[in-house]
């Protein structure tokens, strides 16, 4: 399995930015994560594609959105009304085993190799 993200850039404070991510395939478990200068890499959004179910970090409810384009084998994270704490390179993931989770990186065995946001205040 092979995940290649893109869609960072440099973005003022209050803008948005499309992610993407397409995979050779995608598993039950799809995963966005996170991981700014000098911190630990955290969960930002999860699905799981046996129901739907989507999960997002207190941080960034109500602001970021996942979807998917089948037919194109691509993931999206849509990203508003950014802010500078939302700064870091951003990773997409994937795994067999679910259910997803943003909180531990267990069932995601496939990794992009990261998009950098950077949100200027």
């Known amino acids: 399995v092979q995940l290649q993200a893109s869609g960072g850039g440099l973005v003022q404070f209050g803008g948005s930015l499309r992610l993407s991510c397409a995979g050779s395939?995608?598993?039950?478990?799809i995963g966005w994560f996170r991981q700014a200068p000098g911190k630990e890499r955290e969960g930002v959004s999860c699905?799981?594609?046996?129901?739907?179910?989507?999960y997002y970090a207190d941080s960034v409810k109500g602001r970021f959105a996942m979807s998917s384009d089948n037919a194109k084998n691509t993931m999206y994270l849509q990203m508003n009304n950014l802010k500078p704490e939302d700064t870091a390179v951003y990773y997409c993931?994937?795994?067999?085993?679910?259910?997803?989770?943003?909180?531990?990186?267990?069932?995601?065995?496939?990794w992009g190799q990261g998009t950098q946001v950077t949100v200027s205040s």
């Open positions: 993931s994937t795994g067999p085993t679910g259910p997803c989770s943003m909180y531990y990186t267990g069932p995601y065995d496939y």
């Open positions: 395939r995608f598993h039950h478990a």
């Open positions: 699905i799981n594609t046996s129901d739907g179910s989507t």
